[in-house]
């Protein structure tokens, strides 16, 4: 299998980069550079921190899942696999690329099953999901009963509430694919009869022999995942942790930009709505949604250049410097071994 970047996603990542810039920066450069100069150095770096720590506790959830399989994997080798996972998040519509290339990785440069690295990567993601949804809930709760926003940021929370249900359907069927022999069944005989018009029809004895067995074993490993209990508390626990790391970025970034008008859970909860939001953005990063979610959100909180400033700053850490972290580790520790595959 050769792996190739999209190039596509990639100059249409700059394009909208650009235009947000434009559009949000227009008539407020000036103002906005000047708040950039004068950042606290030390807040800034503990936003910094928080995204870190976001990636570690990613990468200590994706190791815990693994080592039910094999516990020769190291954790080192597991968070530089996280790191060049969030350049190909970056570049994909709906942060679609990431899984699959570490289940390529993994299935390359280990001896594990591929029935049981895409099982762990499968039920990392399912979890992920849940504390994604349920933080949100949480979020939505909390803004109807003890009135987050002092103006309610009408137009966007209906995308948010969208955003909430999609990630919740997408948990029911992930579920109900991953424990439902029957229903895979199913889904496996619509693609053969695709397959048998397509040009790989003499393939497809092969590759019907070959899916049947690894779908077959997939389902056996689901079981052996689900009877740890204990297993799923740490990585529901590291889950909840990593998503309230990405959530605080934002309050230190106001802290780093001299607004201190905002308490942390007030940043948190518009945090979790921006990340419902970008759920149903279908651009690389979904670029245009998180920066306008940003604006109108935390606008119930601060305003002008001084918010724009803070969305920038705020955009940069989450997305940016993982794009470019990831790019390198991709490029420095994968990319040789997995383009010549």
């Not at 590759?207 to 079981?223: A, E, G, M, P, S």
């Not at 959530?247 to 930009?257: E, K, M, P, Q, T």
């Not at 972290?325 to 990319?335: N, P």
Request: proline share 3%.
């Amino acid at each position: 299998m050769k792996q190739h970047i999209n190039k596509k996603n990639i100059i249409l990542l700059i394009l909208v980069t650009a235009i947000v810039l434009y559009i949000t920066t227009g008539g407020e450069l000036q103002d906005i550079i000047n708040i950039l100069s004068h950042v606290n150095v030390f807040w800034l770096g503990i936003a910094l921190s928080m995204i870190v720590l976001y990636w570690f506790f990613s990468a200590c959830t994706l190791y815990i899942m693994l080592r039910a399989y094999n516990d020769q994997i190291k954790l080192t080798e597991v968070f530089k696999l996280t790191l060049s996972t969030q350049f190909f998040n970056g570049i994909t519509p709906f942060a679609s690329g990431g899984q699959p290339f570490q289940i390529y990785v993994l299935n390359k440069h280990s001896n594990m099953k591929l029935s049981s690295i895409t099982s762990a990567s499968l039920h990392n993601f399912i979890v992920y999901q849940t504390v994604l949804v349920a933080l949100g809930s949480a979020a939505i709760l909390a803004k109807y009963f003890f009135n987050i926003f002092p103006e309610d940021p009408s137009g966007m929370k209906f995308i948010a509430v969208a955003g909430f249900a999609l990630n919740l359907f997408v948990i029911f069927a992930i579920i109900i694919i991953a424990v439902s022999p029957k229903l895979t069944s199913m889904i496996l005989s619509l693609i053969y009869k695709l397959i048998s018009i397509s040009p790989l029809k003499k393939r497809l004895p092969s590759i019907k022999t070959k899916t049947d067995h690894t779908v077959k074993q997939f389902h056996k490993d689901i079981l052996v995942l689900m009877s740890d209990r204990e297993m799923y508390f740490k990585v529901l626990s590291l889950n909840v942790v990593k998503m309230v790391c990405y959530y605080a970025v934002a309050y230190f970034i106001c802290l780093s930009a001299g607004f201190n008008a905002i308490n942390i859970w007030q940043a948190i909860i518009a945090s979790a709505y921006i990340m419902m939001v970008t759920s149903v953005v279908p651009l690389p990063g979904a670029s245009g949604g998180a920066e306008m979610g940003f604006l109108i959100f935390f606008g119930s909180f601060v305003i002008g250049a001084q918010a724009t400033a803070i969305m920038l700053l705020w955009r940069f850490i989450t997305y940016y410097v993982g794009l470019f972290v990831g790019m390198l580790t991709y490029f420095i520790g994968y990319h040789k071994g997995v383009a010549d595959s």
